[in-house]
Structures are given as structure tokens and as C-alpha cells.
Nanobody
Framework: QVQLVESGGGLVQPGGSLRLSCAASGSIFSINAMGWHRQAPGKQRELVAI???????NYADSVKGRFTISRDNAKNTVYLLMNSLKPEDTAVYYC???????????????WGQGTQVTVSS
């Protein structure tokens, strides 16, 4: 069974840092793009950052210069380092991945269960 499991959320003061991790497990042939999204109460889910299989990254304007996405392909894991956190970063953070489960060129989108990040003094 393929799954994505996030960890690293929690409560942090404004200006603080957190690092989120998301590990993919199961019968996976290859992993293409991986990313992080977030959803704040009463708002739509939004893309935070994405990293391709080749390491190209893209960020939402609201987090550029503060957040860094990276991946460890040997561990099937994507990370999100969040610095200079603001109260408006408070949300449930979800990782997602574009997976190939067999050598066939078929791609499947998987999502993690979400991890809460709360920025408050």
C-alpha cells in the first residue's frame, strides 16, 4: 500500500522555524514532482512549494525567501524548511507526490494526511 506520511508540525512562535518531512512508502517505481500545500481555516488549499524529480523548485510568492523545499531521493522523502514564520502561515500542511507505480508511463497523485502548523505567541 502506497502512502505519504508527514511529520514535523507543531506550535511555534512568530519568527521561529520548523521543518516538515514527508516520506513515501510502498511499492513505488519512481517519484516525479513532490510538493507541499496548505489549507488555513475557511480558505482554499494552496500550493506552497514544489520540487521536480530533477530538483527544480518553485514557491508561492508568500513564502519565497523564507521556505525551502528539498528532497532525498534515496529516502523517498521531501522536506519543507520554514523560517521566519508568521501567524498567517498557520494551516494544515499537506504533502503530495506524483508517483509511477510500475514501468508503465501512468502517474498517480498521492496526498499525505496533513500536519498542523500553528504560529502564535
Amino acid at each position: 500500500q502506497v502512502q505519504l506520511v508527514e511529520s514535523g508540525g507543531g506550535l511555534v512562535q512568530p519568527g521561529g522555524s520548523l521543518r516538515l518531512s514527508c516520506a513515501a512508502s510502498g511499492s513505488i517505481f519512481s517519484i516525479n514532482a513532490m510538493g507541499w500545500h496548505r489549507q488555513a481555516p475557511g480558505k482554499q488549499r494552496e500550493l506552497v512549494a514544489i520540487i521536480t524529480g530533477g530538483g527544480i523548485t518553485n514557491y508561492a510568492d508568500s513564502v519565497k525567501g523564507r521556505f525551502t523545499i528539498s528532497r532525498d531521493n534515496a529516502k523517498n522523502t521531501v522536506y519543507l524548511l520554514m523560517n521566519s514564520l508568521k501567524p498567517e502561515d498557520t494551516a494544515v500542511y499537506y504533502c503530495n507526490a506524483d508517483l509511477q507505480l510500475t514501468p508503465r508511463p501512468q502517474h498517480y497523485a498521492y496526498w499525505g494526511q496533513g500536519t498542523q502548523v500553528t504560529v502564535s505567541s
